[in-house]
């Protein structure tokens, strides 16, 4: 029988978070929680420090930022705290991606939101594991324009999400996937806006955050829960004013990237 890891620790950690749940009941701002959590924590002796802040690399690029909920015994131990109906399997897959980030040991994943405390126990087994990106070309659909170009973008994407994992932010996985494009040998800009016109007038700027690949293929790469159709109208604009034909929508909010192409006539 394996050893659990920090047992002592665990034990304490989690008295705190019952205790919490107990005293102030579910469904409040993650941050009530998690203020309340390190408070006790702190009075029973605990060292940790909420929202700490660490670097998300990518080849050995800085991308980004992430924010711990809870840091404890440095690194011994972090908090993921979430007010949900419960514990989903996105929200475990969050919890890994961070520990590769933090290299620490151990995650509890905490759920305030349900009509009992919920905690899923994470320990960091990707020091062991170093698993590989195997790529198996995705089908593109019938007659859909740069096939090949745009199966290397799809590699380039799920090489991406396969490295990091989910539960960042847009920009990281956008940084991430430039570096990535250019890794596969392709060429791309990087647009922040576009004009808006009407009848030949100016009307502003819209900020957006676009990455032409090859000058054919316009890719819009985000992490959101779900995937409003707006957001492929919304590109086709942005497509006629490009003159462009296809773009292409690629989600890393799940524990699946999701690449959806949207065409122009």
Known sequence: MSKLIHAELSYEVRGVLFHVYNTLGPMLKEEYHRDAIVTGLEKGGVVCEPEK???????????????????????????????????????????ISY?????????????????????????????????????????????????DLVNVIQRACHRVHFTLGPGFLHQVYRRATMIELRRSGLSYDYIKQLPVEYEGQLLGYQDVRLIPVEGKVLLATFALRQTEDVMAEQLKAHLRRLGLKLGLLANFYGTRLRITPVRVR
């Not at 040991?105 to 062991?128: C, H, Q, T």
């Open 53 to 95: 802040v660490f670097e998300v690399y990518y080849e050995d690029e800085r991308v980004g930022l992430y924010r711990v909920d809870v840091w404890i015994e440095n690194g011994k131990i972090i908090l993921e705290i979430k007010v949900a109906l419960a514990i989903e399997p996105i929200h475990k897959a969050q919890a």
């Open 99 to 147: 520990l590769k980030v933090t290299d620490a040991d151990l995650a509890f994943v905490v759920n305030y939101g349900g009509p009992s405390l919920e905690i899923e126990r994470l320990p960091n087994f990707l020091r062991d594991k170093q698993p590989e990106f195997v790529w198996q070309l995705r089908p593109v659909a019938e007659g859909l324009l740069y096939p």
